[in-house]
């Protein structure tokens, strides 16, 4: 043989090699899949104090526990605790969310919010963005990010009032 066509041989079998490769890197790569879902709670328990630095300012923790439906009718049991500072009518805060399901499968999200308190409607709207955790079961190794839009009605106090967020996330399980 000489040289031309070796060089030809080792050439047509580097090309088939990488066509190869990205074939299957692009058909078992994982593919991000949406998820949307309502949450609907109140408040279990809050502790809150007066920062003394301005007037309207106070700081404190809400834990609030609620459903989660998802969009294909599934209902998980949804349990949150948030870190808050409220300034005037502004509120920011830090959250963790866990949601279980009856077969036990879970995912946990931590989010950052803000919330605009609405006085004349008795209401705070409220947007969160952040991102998954973990997750157990068939959510285990769950990645991704999600966004809530949501708003309290009625007092954020133990037993009164609710509040309700629309979940907009998407997501990657690892492959099995």
Same mark, same amino acid.
């Given at each position: 043989?000489?040289?031309?066509?070796?060089?030809?041989?080792?050439?047509?079998?580097?090309?088939?090699?990488?066509?190869?490769?990205?074939?299957?890197?692009?058909?078992?790569?994982?593919?991000?899949?949406?998820?949307?879902?309502?949450?609907?709670?109140?408040?279990?328990?809050?502790?809150?104090?007066?920062?003394?630095?301005?007037?309207?300012?106070?700081?404190?923790?809400?834990?609030?526990?609620?459903?989660?439906?998802?969009?294909?009718?599934?209902?998980?049991?949804?349990?949150?605790?948030?870190?808050?500072?409220?300034?005037?009518?502004?509120?920011?805060?830090?959250?963790?969310?866990?949601?279980?399901?009856?077969?036990?499968?879970?995912?946990?999200?931590?989010?950052? !919010?803000?919330? &605009?308190?609405?006085?004349?409607?008795?209401?705070?709207?409220? @947007? #969160?963005? *952040?991102?998954?955790?973990? %997750?157990? !079961?068939?959510? &285990?190794?769950?990645?991704?990010?999600?966004?809530?839009?949501? @708003? #309290?009605? *009625?007092?954020?106090?133990? %037993?009164? !009032?609710?509040?309700?967020?629309?979940?907009?996330?998407?997501?990657?399980?690892?492959?099995?």
């Amino acid at each position: 043989m000489n040289k031309t066509k070796i060089i030809t041989n080792w050439f047509f079998i580097g090309v088939l090699l990488i066509s190869l490769f990205l074939f299957f890197a692009t058909n078992f790569a994982q593919a991000q899949a949406p998820m949307e879902f309502k949450i609907f709670n109140n408040v279990a328990k809050v502790e809150s104090m007066p920062f003394p630095d301005e007037k309207g300012h106070a700081v404190g923790v809400v834990s609030r526990e609620g459903l989660a439906v998802l969009e294909n009718g599934e209902v998980g049991k949804q349990s949150a605790v948030l870190a808050f500072d409220v300034k005037g009518n502004v509120i920011t805060y830090d959250a963790v969310t866990t949601i279980v399901f009856p077969d036990t499968s879970s995912f946990v999200f931590k989010t950052k !919010g803000t919330g &605009e308190i609405k006085l004349e409607e008795k209401a705070v709207t409220t @947007k #969160q963005t *952040g991102d998954f955790l973990r %997750g157990t !079961g068939k959510y &285990e190794g769950i990645k991704g990010s999600l966004t809530i839009m949501g @708003k #309290q009605y *009625g007092p954020a106090e133990a %037993g009164k !009032g609710y509040w309700i967020g629309n979940v907009t996330a998407t997501y990657t399980l690892p492959s099995k």
